[in-house]
């Protein structure tokens, strides 16, 4: 069996993949089972492909915050991050254990400044 830049021989009945190959969907939709923290913090990092796909909008429809086990992470800053990139389509959020009267205005400013472009 020859081996090529995107799939190698391991052994007789197992290969490889390689991960940055994987389709557009397939992607969007590991990054929606991994949560805003892991996609912005670690995911977007994985290539130039991942990181363009992080910033479509449809996958920040909705933002949950609470899988953050780690308080020290600056919470507020990365789920800016992602209110950003929602790009006015922001559905449903969770700042539960983080969420300040700033972080709500934020969201409240980016969907306005939103509505008035048009998206």
């Not at 800053?77 to 929602?86: F, K, V």
């Not at 709500?104 to 008035?116: A, Q, V």
Request: contains cysteine; aromatic residues 6%.
């Amino acid at each position: 069996m020859s081996s090529s830049s995107s799939v190698k021989s391991v052994g007789a009945d197992r290969e490889e993949r390689n991960w940055k190959d994987l389709p557009r969907d397939v992607l969007c939709t590991i990054f929606q089972k991994l949560g805003a923290i892991e996609t912005l913090m670690r995911a977007q990092h994985g290539s130039s492909v991942w990181r363009t796909i992080s910033k479509d909008p449809l996958l920040w429809c909705t933002i949950d915050m609470s899988n953050s086990g780690d308080m020290d992470l600056q919470l507020g800053i990365i789920c800016r991050r992602a209110i950003d990139y929602s790009c006015g389509h922001l559905l449903r959020i969770n700042i539960e254990h983080f969420g300040t009267d700033d972080l709500l205005r934020h969201i409240t400013d980016s969907l306005e400044k939103n509505m008035r472009k048009g998206t």
